[in-house]
Each structure stands twice: as C-alpha cells, then as structure tokens.
C-alpha cells in the first residue's frame, strides 16, 4: 500500500509560479507511474500531467503544455509539479495519484490564482 501527501498549494497572482510537492510512503515509489490531477469547482477531475515509472517519459494536458514540468526523486519517494505563468483557470484542488496494480490518491492541495 502506498500513502501520498500533498504540500505547496496557495494562493498566487496571474502570472505567479508555484511548486507542489508529493510525499510518498513505501519501498516501491520506482515502480508506480505517478500524476498530478486537478479539479475545480462544478468540474470532473482530469489529469495535469503523468509521469511513468519504467521509461520516465511524461505527458502533459494542453493547457498545461510549456508551463509546468512534472519531475520526480525515486530515492526521495517525492514527486513535484513546477507550475509557471498560472492562469485563473489553473484554479483547482491539486491531488496526486500512485498507480501501480492499485491507484492511491492523496487528499490534495487547493491552488488559487487570483490577483
């Protein structure tokens, strides 16, 4: 089982850059493809980026494309999400997600862009 903790929500202006952090408990962090979804208000949740456990390689939705960077630290067991030039629509819960043969989430973290 897989335990993951959000941190470094907040509030920030249009144009501000924040860093979200995911802690994760667990021998096996290497073998689970990690993500960050998000969710606004009156909206479905839906994934910002993912990056997986075997080949490294990550994607990105649209809106997100050239503004954040998904990374992670296999030997921290942490997993981070640069987000840069936020926008008001970037407005969200931030969650984090560990998928392996199960799929554990994090409580999530609220992200405002506001000025």
């Known amino acids: 089982q897989v335990q993951v903790v959000e941190s470094g929500g907040g509030l920030v202006q249009p144009g501000g850059s924040l860093r979200l952090s995911c802690a994760a408990s667990g021998s096996t962090f290497s073998m689970y493809t990690m993500g960050w979804y998000r969710q606004a208000p009156g909206k479905q949740r839906e994934l910002v980026a993912v990056?997986?456990?075997?080949?490294?390689?990550?994607n990105y939705a649209d809106s997100v494309k050239g503004r954040f960077t998904i990374s992670r630290d296999n030997a921290k067991n942490t997993l981070n999400l640069e987000m840069n030039s936020l926008k008001p629509e970037d407005t969200a819960i931030y969650y984090c997600s560990a998928r392996g043969p199960a799929t554990y989430w994090g409580q999530g973290t609220q992200v405002t862009v506001s000025s």
């Open positions: 990056i997986f456990s075997v080949s490294g390689s990550r």
